[in-house]
């Protein structure tokens, strides 16, 4: 390992000690205020720490935001293949050769895995899913490195 990668690591892992340090000092604060105005200002910075996403450990959970950009983002892809009938002509063509078929799953493949390596996900943690599956918009889903 070089000195260029050793202080990059170090300097990663000296944010995130500063980041933990102000957590839980602001937990204790919290803890000790009896103010009321003063404990609900403790509290939105806590929420505002905890929005505020870490250089190592990546994004701490999905908000509202992420879910409605992921909703969106998927009716606009598939809307117009629905409305399009080409899109069954294609399936019909892909289908009729094995060897097609079998190239297109490794195209599709390769890009979904190219597109998640590019985005360097690392771990995918859902703690409190909806029903079960759903990955809950206040639950901490996923730790990425950005």
């Known amino acids: 390992m070089d000195a260029g990668a050793a202080s990059t690591e170090d300097g990663a892992d000296a944010e995130t000690a500063t980041v933990e340090e102000l957590r839980r000092g602001l937990e204790e604060l919290a803890s000790t205020v009896d103010d009321r105005d003063e404990r609900r200002a403790v509290r939105r910075a806590l929420r505002l720490l905890e929005e505020f996403p870490e250089k190592a450990g990546g994004i701490r959970k999905c908000t509202r935001r992420d879910v409605a950009e992921s909703f969106v983002g998927s009716i606009l892809v598939s809307l117009p293949l629905l409305v399009e009938d080409g899109v069954f002509e294609i399936a019909v063509y892909l289908l009729s050769d094995l060897r097609l078929f079998a190239l297109d799953l ?18 995918l943690t ?21």
């Open 106 to 123: 490794l195209f599709l493949l390769g890009t979904t895995i190219g597109l998640l390596y590019a985005a360097d996900f690392r771990e």
């Open 126 to 146: 859902v703690t409190r899913p909806l029903f079960g599956v759903i990955p809950a918009g206040s639950s901490r889903c996923w730790s990425s490195r950005f």
